[in-house]
């Protein structure tokens, strides 16, 4: 069972040119994820949501603090889903699938064809992805990301490129595929509706990276956006989410004032 | 709408008659191409009125048609057409195949770190501006007479191109699709042969290409010096012995050599290599003929 530890991270972008000031992405954020739990971090944009990902694989290193993921002994294993599909549109979707996975052979194609059908794109394997909508594209991108049996799948709001009725369809999708599956996902969303949709947990960053609230989901699986429970808690987060952007707006005022 | 243009159409057509097919004719491709034909044909002939020692088509045309099919010149010699090609085609054929494989790996290794690019730009950019003539006379110096003057010659003359080529498709591989790989953790000869390799494809034929004219030409440069036989070898004797007809008539040989290699072999492989963006265009205009039958449909 995975540990994902985020004990006091700090990221902040140098300054790009001279007289501007460093901009801070994440200021001192601390929490723990454990065990196979769906957990959203749900920001206004600009909040270092991304940021916070990409430290957590590696694409980017973290200014001071520590974030890291654990599964007992070995090195974590870790999935990842873009805003955008990102296959290699020179490889048809089988090829790009097994790009992924660390097995070889008959094995790999099995799992790849497993996940595939899990997203509803079996026999889709030998297209091309420009062949495909980007609807389905981004579906072989969940497919992947959930082939390489990660430890902890990082999801970049996965859905926001998409059309309403494609993203609608897609997370009740991935709501089967987790319940199939349960992976320990943390999954960066802007939309506070989506975010209680999908998680046991939700935490909320405020501008400029800070946390400002640690919520828990526990609302009964499969939830359908018509469910009056859920219904409800989003309008009570969504609620607490514009609080806090009116006290950030006061906070911004009152110094400026100063 | 498709109805409005298909009237459009027929009414084009039915108006003109003999007139109108004529005119689709000259305004054709094939005709624009063989125009030109003719028309450098007609300069040739030309400048060989004007000038004694400017070779006539016919006559060049002719004296080509011996050296393939045997006969003699006026007693001279029987037609060696075959013979040549046959010892010229190894060596290019080996130059241009040592260039694409040192030229993909340098090119990789260039255009995969910032500190290799700075080690080894300026040498290729110097390799570049060196024309071929430089190594003809080179190896001639340290290898003599023989097959490793020309082999290498055509090697050193075609390997910057292919490297300088994978080093612009390397560094153009979109950032996105190199942070999907790092993420994933794909080891580096899977990225190789399943990112970079095919991102630069088009870089690595557009190199490719650039190899086989610049070491056909450098082929034939070294042979002209260090060979004693080979296409090269076989304009400078003629040359040399004042017969400029067939020295013409070899020329036109190696010319029609490298169009044919360019139309017959460059092109397909290009297709094939790109079967993934056709496959695109396929779906796009399938995407089209399913609009264009809801609209008539409707």
């Known amino acids: ?42 920001g206004p944009s600009g909040c270092g949501k991304s940021t916070l990902l990409n430290i957590l694989s590696g694409i980017e290193t973290s200014s001071s603090g520590s974030a890291t993921v654990s599964e007992g002994t070995r090195p974590a294993r870790l999935g990842y889903v873009f805003q955008d599909p990102r296959l290699l549109p020179w490889r048809t979707v089988m090829q790009n699938m097994l790009y992924v996975i660390d097995e070889s052979g008959a094995q790999a194609r099995t799992r790849a064809e497993r996940y595939l059908e899990m997203v ?36 970049d709001e996965p859905f926001s490129h998409l059309d309403a009725i494609t993203a609608r369809s897609l997370r009740e999708q991935l709501q089967d595929i987790w319940t199939q599956t349960r992976k320990t996902v943390l999954f960066v969303t802007h939309d506070v509706a989506e975010a209680v949709q ?26 359908k956006v018509s469910d009056t429970d859920v219904a409800t808690m989003q309008a009570e987060l969504l609620g607490r989410f514009e609080t806090m952007q009116a006290e950030t707006a006061a906070a911004k005022t009152a110094s400026i004032a100063n | ?42 300069l040739w002939w030309l400048a060989s009125v004007y000038e004694d020692r400017f070779p006539a088509p016919l006559e060049t045309f002719q004296f080509l048609w011996v050296e393939v099919t045997g006969g003699s010149h006026g007693g001279v010699v029987r037609g060696e057409f075959l013979e040549h090609f046959a010892s010229t085609l190894p060596r290019f054929g080996l130059g241009i195949a040592i260039s694409m494989v040192l030229g993909i790996a340098v090119g990789v290794v260039i255009g995969g770190s910032k500190w290799a690019e700075a080690l080894f730009k300026d040498t290729l950019l110097v390799l570049l501006a ?34 300088v080529n994978v080093v612009q498709g390397i560094q153009a591989i979109p950032r996105e699709l190199r942070r999907m790989s790092r993420a994933f953790h794909v080891p580096r000869y899977k990225r190789l042969r399943h990112m970079q390799v095919p991102a630069v494809t088009g870089y690595i034929f557009a190199g490719f290409r650039f190899a086989v004219i610049v070491g056909w030409n450098a082929v034939l440069l070294s042979e002209w010096f260090s060979s004693s036989e080979g296409v090269g070898w076989r304009s400078r004797y003629w040359y040399d012995a004042n017969r400029y007809r067939g020295f013409l008539a070899w020329v036109i040989l190696f010319i029609g050599f490298i169009v044919l290699l360019d139309r017959l072999v460059l092109v397909r492989l290009q297709r094939r290599a790109f079967r993934w963006r056709d496959a695109q265009a396929s779906a796009i205009e399938r995407e089209a003929e399913e609009i264009d039958i809801g609209v008539k449909g409707a």
């Open chain 2, 130 to 163: 060196l024309p071929a003539i430089i190594w003809a006379f080179l190896t001639q110096m340290w290898f003599g007479l023989g097959d490793d003057a020309v082999v290498i010659t055509t090697f050193l003359s075609a390997f910057p191109f292919v490297a």
């Open chain 1, 198 to 223: 999908l998680s046991d947990r939700i935490i909320v960053l405020a501008p400029g990276g800070k946390l400002y609230a640690d919520v828990e989901v526990d609302l009964p699986r499969p939830r």
């Open chain 1, 120 to 155: 509803g794109l079996d026999g889709a394997g030998d297209k091309f992805p420009a062949q495909l909508s980007g609807g389905m594209q981004q579906r072989v991108g969940i497919a992947r990301a959930f082939a390489v049996e990660p430890d902890l799948l990082l999801m």
């Open chain 1, 1 to 42: 069972m995975a540990t994902l530890t985020v004990d006091h991270l700090e990221k902040t972008f140098p300054a790009i040119e001279r007289g501007s000031v460093p901009t801070t992405a994440i200021d001192d954020l601390t929490f723990t994820v454990e065990g196979h739990v769906f957990v959203s971090v749900v």
């Open chain 2, 1 to 42: 709408m498709s109805i409005a243009v298909e009237r459009t159409r027929t009414a084009g057509s039915s108006g003109g008659g003999a007139a109108d097919v004529l005119r689709r004719f000259v305004r054709s491709d094939r005709f624009a191409r063989a125009a030109s034909y003719v028309f450098l044909l007609l």
